[in-house]
């Protein structure tokens, strides 16, 4: 019974991410995620208790095995250099995102709820977002040195991430500007060694310019 019971979960968490991503959470239904996921209506009532609890699960459900397939470390030890640890940290982020074979609704899910912020923003911020930040601000800092205001380090932190989230909310637009870049799985080695590259130039330029005096 009890394995029956996971089961069902289970398949409800799958069903509805991929309902989520392809439709939102406002106009995704119960039915259609039951439908999907050829379970009783009363399903998500039973093992959730609400369509908005379910959300906040799918969530948990996505990043966990996102994070678990694609670690930030990228297999990396902890005394690794600083600047493989960019790119390890750039690579686990763009598969994550962009391999929706492993990883079905997860870029998806996580761009339509920055976009379309509901309730459950706050605990991906909490529970997630902020450790990866924190992790790739730790990495910035290690690379630019000491010297450098703090604020500076959040900027650049932002804008490495800012580069890798651009290819998967803009790809509508590039493949317009672009119509023989897809940018999909098989581009994630090239992507990684360009906004590594880049990032790396940008951050001992401004770590040149930007010490701070003692």
């Known amino acids: 019974m009890e394995t029956q019971t996971n089961d ?18 406002a106009a995704s239904t119960v ?21 908005d609890e379910l959300y906040h699960e799918v969530l948990r459900h996505v990043r966990r095995r ?16 600083p600047h493989e640890k960019l790119r390890a940290f750039i690579n686990s982020f763009l598969l994550r995102i962009f391999d929706e074979e492993r990883n079905p609704g997860f870029g998806t899910l996580m761009i339509r709820e920055m976009v379309e912020p509901t309730s459950a923003l706050d605990m991906l911020v909490e529970e997630g977002i902020c450790s990866l930040f924190s992790e790739l601000v730790g990495i910035v800092r290690s690379i630019m040195g000491n010297n450098v205001e703090q604020e500076l380090v959040y900027a650049a932190s932002r804008s490495a991430i ?33 906004i590594t590259a880049f990032t790396l130039c ?6 040149k310019v930007n010490r701070v005096r003692p």
């Open 8 to 25: 069902t979960r289970l398949r409800l968490l799958e069903a509805a991410a991929l309902v989520f991503a392809r439709h939102g959470y």
């Open 31 to 51: 039915r259609m995620i039951c439908a999907q996921a050829k379970v009783n209506g009363a399903a998500i009532n039973y093992h959730f208790g609400s369509k």
């Open 66 to 81: 996102a994070y678990d397939t694609y670690p930030t470390t990228h297999g990396l030890t902890a005394v690794a250099p």
């Open 162 to 194: 800012s580069q890798c989230v651009f290819f998967l909310c803009s790809r509508s637009v590039i493949s317009r500007l672009s119509p023989q870049q897809t940018f999909g799985p098989g581009d994630i080695e090239l992507l990684t060694e360009q």
């Open 202 to 207: 940008a951050l001992n330029g401004l770590a």
